[in-house]
C-alpha cells in the first residue's frame, strides 16, 4: 500500500451547527485525505455537502489510524462525537 495513503475514521469539527443539526461528521476511508479532500469540494456525502454549501468550515479534529467500517458505525452510533472531539473536550 502507498505510505502516502492513511485508513481510519476521521472526525471532522464544523465551525458552527448547520440548522439543527450537529456540528460534526465521522467518516471511515482508505485514503483518509483524499476523501477529506471531497469533502472541502462539496462531493461524497450528504451532510458535509450541506456544510460546504452554507459556506462553514472544518478542521479534521482526529484519525483513528487503521481503524475499519466498523469502527466508524460503532462511533456513530454512540452519538457523542462533541465527547470523542479535542476542539470540543479537552480530555478527548
Known sequence: SDAGHIEG???LH???KLADHAQ??????V????RVAKHEHGNGARL???FRAMGIGFAVARV???GDRQLERTLKSSKNA???CPLCNSRA
Do not use: M, N, T
Request: no cysteine; aromatic share 20%.
Open 31 to 34: 485514503d483518509i485525505a483524499a
Open 24 to 29: 460534526h461528521y465521522l467518516g471511515w476511508s
Open 9 to 11: 475514521v476521521y472526525l
Open 64 to 66: 483513528w489510524k487503521g
Open 48 to 50: 458535509p455537502a450541506a
Open 82 to 84: 462533541p465527547r470523542l
Open 14 to 16: 464544523y465551525e458552527r
